[in-house]
């Protein structure tokens, strides 16, 4: 069984970075394809942030994106993928979830296997 295992949110002001974290525990190359970030805002429908593919190290990013986060692998360390944002805007409040695939890679949230429980993100002054 697979758990994911999120860190690294919290409050930063307009402008700033966080990064977050998502470690894979218990995840092999059979069981998890691929990571993913997605994020719930207040009132919104879950939306895909970001997706890595672990085989191929691909990568995808989402609208919500918009060039200022990045996903990316640890390089010391299998299933352990971190989301770079910058440039944060007060929209970007919200519940980040890292979720992970067995044999998916893309932005469907209902074709991923492992959810974790999320991290809240807060941009705010």
């Known amino acids: 069984q697979v758990h994911l295992m999120e860190s690294g949110g919290g409050l930063v002001q307009p402008g700033g970075s966080l990064r977050l974290s998502c470690a894979a525990l218990g995840g092999s190359s059979s069981s998890v394809y691929s990571m993913a970030w997605f994020r719930r805002a207040p009132g919104k429908e879950r939306e895909f942030v970001a997706a890595f593919m672990w085989r191929l190290g691909y990568r995808i990013a989402g609208n919500v994106a918009k060039g200022r986060f990045t996903i990316d692998r640890d390089y010391g360390k299998d299933f352990l993928v971190y989301l770079q944002m910058n440039s944060l805007e007060p929209e970007d409040t919200a519940v980040y979830y890292c979720?992970?695939?067995?044999?998916?890679?893309?932005?469907?949230?209902?074709?991923?296997?492992?959810w974790g429980q999320g991290t809240q993100v807060t941009v705010s002054s």
């Open positions: 979720a992970a695939a067995k044999d998916y890679y893309g932005d469907d949230e209902t074709k991923f296997d492992y």
